[in-house]
């Protein structure tokens, strides 16, 4: 009579664990640059020119400061509470193996030379560098790891989905009252106290 019960709790036990964690992944990639294409890209196999210039987010062959914070996903929500002197550590690294000429900006070329020379990207130990929108966040880090095309609504029940889904609703709610609000030919709530009637 035990086999039953026992079966059941191995049943149980070996779906949790195929379900896996919601926690961070770890770095186990042989560069930050490797562990970041794979976690946030799924690409395995790219060089430094390709790299370099998905993350030239506005394409003028050159990094800046933004663009190096934005690849090491460093104003993502999941380190709002990461110190900044933590964050602008992180970028000043990058700069010190790839600015030589400390010029403030990160050629393509220069990446492409040190990189080939054998200089790689820091891991700051702040995870894989998340900077998609949230809908993108969501898809590559959630939804693509524990859901499929056959998976219903209602089986939409993970923390992560019910957070994404309320995110959905308030976005639709406070474009709903902005919507309401431009139909108004008086904005009650764009006129300071002091000149409203009392």
Known sequence: M?????????????FAAAHGSHEKNENKAASWAEYH????????NFDAPSFF???DFNGDGIWTADEVRRTYGLDDESLKDTEASVKDKAVKEVFKIFDPTDSGQISRETFIELSRSGKQLPDSGLGP???GDDEYEYEIHHFEKYHDENTQVEDLIHPEDIE???????MEREQDRIEME?????????????????
């Open 2 to 14: 035990l086999v039953i019960p026992f079966a059941l709790s191995c049943a149980i036990v070996g």
């Open 37 to 44: 294409m794979i976690e946030e890209h799924h690409i395995s």
């Open 53 to 55: 210039t998905l993350h």
């Open 129 to 131: 560098g998340h900077h």
């Open 164 to 170: 994404h889904f309320r995110k959905h609703e308030e």
């Open 182 to 198: 431009q139909r108004q030919q008086v904005v009650l709530s764009n006129i300071p106290a002091k000149f409203r009637r009392q």
